[in-house]
């Protein structure tokens, strides 16, 4: 099964940022509380990463990672207070 770019993407990013604070694939599994097993197959495209699990990511890397069409309006546009 062939990745779609946009996750291939995502998949580079996760590692040259975990890479750039210096972290072991375990090192990082246990501060967003994953097994090293789970983590290497989030990775390395062999699970899906869910919304929980990717903001742990983020947190924890001191990264903001984007999703969707770069060219398409921030959904925070839309919500109202």
Do not use: C, W
């Amino acid at each position: 099964m062939s990745l779609p770019d946009p996750h291939r993407r995502f998949l580079a990013e996760l590692r040259a940022a975990r890479l750039a604070r210096g972290m072991t694939q375990l090192q990082l599994a246990h501060r967003v509380r994953l097994s090293r097993a789970q983590y290497s197959a989030l990775e390395t495209g062999r699970s899906v990463v869910n919304l929980v699990h990717l903001h742990n990511l983020s947190v924890v890397l001191a990264v903001r990672f984007m999703i969707g069409e770069p060219s398409f309006p921030p959904a925070s546009g839309f919500v109202t207070p």
